[in-house]
Structure formats: C-alpha cells, structure tokens
Antibody, heavy 125, light 113 residues
Framework: DVQLVESGGGLVQPGGSLRLSCVAS????????MNWVRQAPGKGLEWISY??????????YYVDSVKGRFTISRDNAKNSLYLQMNSLRAEDTAVYYC????????????????WGQGTTVTVSS | DIVMTQSPDSLAVSLGERATINCKSS????????????LAWYQQKPGQPPKLLIY???IRASGVPDRFSGSGSGTDFTLTISSLQAEDVAVYYC?????????FGQGTKLEIK
C-alpha cells in the first residue's frame, strides 16, 4: 500500500524551531515531487512547499509566508521528506500534511494524489 | 499567485438531489502543450486528510463513484454530485496545480438539508 506517515509535531514557543518528518512506503519515493500542505484549526488548506523528484530539475519552492523560515529537504535513501521550521509564529499553528504529486511526464498529471494523516504543530507560549 | 475562489461557502442539499460547487481561478490554468486544465477537486471529512476526487478538471480518480463529475475550462470549473448520499457530507476544495505556488479554494461545506 502507498503510505505517507508524518511525525515531529508538537507544542513549541514562538520563535522556536521544529523539524517535521514524513516516511514514504509503497512507491518509488525518489521519483516523486513531494509537498507540504498545512491546515490551521477550522480553516482551509494551504500549500506551503514542494521539492522536486529525480525525474525533474532540482527545484524547491516556498509560499511567501514561510520563505526564509522553513526549509524542505529529502533523503531518498531513507524514503523521507523533511520540513525544518524556524522562527515559528502563532499563525504557523496547523496540521501539517505530507503529500505526493503524481505525474507521468507526457502522459498524465494527477496533481496531489496521496496524503499522510498529518502531524499537529502548535505555536504558543 | 493564482487565486482560487469557490462558491458557495456552504451548501445544504436533500438526499438524492444534485449538488453543484463552483471554482473560479484568477488566471487560466490551461497548459497549452497538452490542452489540459490543471484543476483538481478534493473531499475532506472531519479528522481526515483530503481525498483526491477529480484531476485535470474532469477525470475521476481511481475508486471515486460516478455520481461525482467535474467540468469547466479556462478559469471556471464545477464539481457536481448527481445524487447526494449521506457519506458525501464533507468540505470540498478545488486546487490549481498549473503553477507554483499551487493554490486551493477556500472550501465549500456540503451538508444534508
């Protein structure tokens, strides 16, 4: 089964740091572009970052609200995706989802097709 | 950034009736090289992650019942549930994945009347 499992969430004070992890299984992780999407309590979905897979040019991208504070990375040998979050603010409080972008170049692009269950980050003093 | 605007914000429909959710993008999400609109629809139930329903505007993801359909082009898109079932109560989101940052609509909450 294709699966994404996030971990690393928790309670952190404003200005603090946290590192989220996502372990993938059931597919060839290295070839897929991976994303982080968050959802603040009672709010909608916000896409925040992606990192390209091995079939695409090396690219990372961040939404403006996290640029310069968050860093996305991956370790293909460990089938793992990471999000290093620094200088955390109250408005970063959310459930953070790891999500797979699925496409076959020249054939099909499903968009984001697989999601983890999410890990909760709470920024509060 | 492309702004996605859904309407309505909430919707109450009787069981067995049709439900229609609209999504408008501030720019075209049409990829000219393959003539596909990069627009997807997701269903999210409480306490669960989103589930992909529709990609490329109108193609149902694997296992999605055929009462769900997507339509539209350019900047205006629609998700239709032809005959509402109790298990369809959820929040529905559109997503443009044409350009970064990918952007979601604000969501439409669907309830039973």
């Amino acid at each position: 089964d294709v699966q994404l499992v996030e971990s690393g969430g928790g309670l952190v004070q404003p200005g603090g740091s946290l590192r989220l992890s996502c372990v993938a299984s059931g597919f060839t992780f290295a070839t897929y572009t991976m994303n982080w999407v968050r959802q603040a309590p009672g709010k909608g979905l916000e896409w925040i970052s992606y990192i390209s897979g091995s079939r695409d040019p090396d690219t990372v991208y961040y939404v403006d609200s996290v640029k310069g504070r968050f860093t996305i990375s991956r370790d293909n040998a460990k089938n793992s995706l990471y999000l290093q979050m620094n200088s955390l603010r109250a408005e970063d409080t959310a459930v953070y989802y790891c999500a797979r972008r699925s496409k076959i170049p020249g054939l099909v692009d499903y968009g984001i097709d697989v999601w983890g269950q999410g890990t909760t980050v709470t920024v509060s003093s | 950034d492309i702004v996605m605007t859904q309407s309505p914000d909430s919707l109450a429909v009787s069981l067995g009736e049709r439900a229609t959710i609209n999504c408008k993008s501030s720019q075209s999400v049409l990829f000219s090289s393959n003539n596909k609109d990069y627009l997807a629809w997701y269903q999210q139930k409480p306490g669960q992650p989103p589930k992909l329903l529709i990609y490329w505007t109108s193609i149902r993801a694997s296992g999605v019942p055929d009462r769900f359909s997507g339509s539209g082009s350019g900047t205006d898109f629609t998700l239709t549930i032809s005959s509402l079932q109790a298990e369809d109560v959820a929040v529905y989101y559109c997503l443009q994945y044409y350009s970064a940052p990918n952007t979601f609509g604000q969501g439409t909450k669907l309830e039973i009347k």
